[in-house]
């Protein structure tokens, strides 16, 4: 492809419809407030998600802003491979506009594909102070480890996310229901399947086939990742491997992983299998959750819970309708801890303010969740427990050990809102 094929925008004044009747994502108005800014933006997320979307988003945000659309030139390294400079170049041999006297916007999509590439545009990032980047990445590693590395001080990131639930309503033009959700509850349950199924990926809000949805996460996700973006930037050996360890945490979310066990049922040795579980958190396929401790460093070194990071993987590889609930409450939170110790166990830890949560498919709730709710408020003094639930809805005084701990009970559907 040609410079000039990634920007219609210089000759029709505006993006391609494809992308224009698409709705913007949350994202999108925290990016926007540093469009002014110096710095370059980076914007790294899961395949899929949304990224370039985003990107032509912030192009249409810029022409309706007043920019000449011959100021902005937007180009993909997954579509094709030039180096910046030589992208640069063509730009102002067809657009005839002179960056050293105009302000420009760059946007370079898929940048990780590009060796080297933060180096090259620090190099220009330095020297051309009329140019403003925008670069989009699909491995949190690799393009942390190079802003750190190169771009200290000279770069804002953001995080691209699968979408949550309300942004699903959302993009589904479906507000009321976010308005009057107790009105709307029936509605919002339904689209609370659909979601499930989807996993969050924008392009599948609409999908009804699960076949389809499924050979889309498998092909367009999955094996991309694992075949072409992971060996890419690590150089691993075993892809076959990465495959492997992505289905055993899909199959049975939120299991604690010993290496060690792990390494020898795999025949493998404990550096490589903790080398391509982190591989994979890095490529926003896994979640990894730490053992609660009020001393961050213990948790750091204690047993840790792997979930895939969609209900879309999930749904690939397990069949147990709670452990798919357990990785949705996941997607839609912030958790990153979970607590487990002598036999008690929680699913989920909040750490500011700190209070557990337990996760149910149904409403029966068993009194092993109660006490281990009440042992861990207990042993860490909070007053405050959380289930949440298919339907069931309430509060309870508990008593333990003579202190009153209050449990409330949440629809799924409510907590997601």
């Known amino acids: 492809m040609k410079i000039e094929d990634f920007n219609p ?38 395949r899929r998600t949304g990224k370039t979307v985003l990107l032509y988003h912030l192009v249409r945000h810029l022409v309706k802003d007043g920019i000449n659309p011959r100021n902005i030139v937007y180009f993909n390294f997954d579509l094709a491979m030039f180096e910046v400079d030589k992208i640069l170049e063509d ?7 002179d ?66 639930f309300i942004e699903y309503v959302i993009l589904k033009e479906k507000e009321d229901f976010l308005k009057k959700p107790v009105l709307y509850g029936k509605e919002l349950e339904r689209e609370l399947k659909e979601y499930t199924k989807s ?28 075949y072409i973006d992971i060996p890419l930037v690590f150089e691993i050996e075993e892809p076959e491997l990465l495959q492997k360890l992505l289905s055993i945490v899909s199959s049975s979310p939120g299991m604690v992983l010993d290496y060690e066990t792990l390494a020898n049922d795999l025949q493998r040795n404990r550096r490589t299998i903790s080398n391509y579980l982190f591989y994979l958190e890095k490529s926003f396929l896994v979640n990894k959750l730490y053992n609660f401790s009020k001393n961050l460093l213990t948790s ?40 487990r110790k002598g036999g008690k166990e929680v699913d989920f830890v909040n750490k500011k303010p700190v209070f557990p949560v337990e996760v149910k498919s149904s409403d029966s709730v068993n009194k092993n969740t109660k006490v281990n709710l009440l042992d861990f408020m207990g042993k860490f003094k909070v007053n405050k427990g959380i289930v949440i639930t298919k339907s069931k809805e309430g509060e309870v005084l508990e008593e333990w050990f003579g202190i009153k701990k209050r449990i409330s009970y949440v629809p799924l559907w409510k907590w997601l809102l």
């Open 9 to 46: 925008w210089w000759k029709t004044g505006r993006i391609s419809e494809d992308y224009d009747k698409l709705k913007e994502r949350a994202l999108f108005k925290e990016i926007v407030e540093y469009v002014d800014e110096r710095q370059i933006v980076v914007l790294t997320g899961l």
């Open 91 to 97: 730009y102002k041999n067809i657009t005839n506009t």
């Open 99 to 164: 960056y050293e006297k105009e302000k420009i916007f760059v946007f370079l999509d898929e940048i990780q594909k590009l060796d080297d590439w933060q180096n090259k545009l620090k190099l220009i990032y330095d020297n051309n102070r009329n140019i403003k980047f925008f670069v989009s990445g699909s491995s949190s590693l690799f393009i942390e480890k190079r802003t750190k590395e190169s771009l200290a001080g000279r770069s804002f990131s953001f995080h691209l996310l699968p979408l949550r």
């Open 199 to 226: 996993g969050g990926f924008p392009e599948l809000i609409d999908q009804k086939d699960d076949f389809k949805i499924k050979k889309y996460v498998k092909e367009l996700v999955i094996d991309k990742i694992i």
């Open 300 to 339: 750091e070194k204690k047993m840790k819970r792997f979930y895939p990071t969609t209900t879309a993987l999930a749904n690939l590889f397990c069949t147990d309708l709670g452990k798919v609930i357990e990785t949705l409450v996941l997607q839609n939170s912030d958790f990153r801890f979970f607590y």
